[in-house]
């Protein structure tokens, strides 16, 4: 399943750099190792904000739900989750 997922990150002002630092790192880390999987399939920076958009390829709600409770600034995000299905006007033949 197709899942459109919008993040918004806000880090607390007080946290200490090293802190911040570190958990940029391991999402990163998460996040490619989530895309090399194909699970992760855009990621994409809204231009001007610290938020991206992304779209997910996962079994379900159950496994989106999972996974974006795993990546480390889970804690710092307002998440949505936007459901996907094929377009029936969509000239393509598979999903991307
Ligand atoms: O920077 C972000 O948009 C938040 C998050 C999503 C992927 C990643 O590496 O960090």
Known sequence: MLFHVRMDVQLPAAMPAGQ????KADEKALAQRLQEEGKWRHLWRIAGQYANVSIFDVGGNEELHAL????????YMKI?????CRHPSSIRTNDF
Request: no cysteine; hydrophobic share 60%.
């Open 68 to 75: 974006l409770m795993s990546l480390p600034l889970f804690p």
């Open 20 to 23: 911040a630092a570190q958990l």
């Open 80 to 84: 949505d989750v936007t459901p996907l």
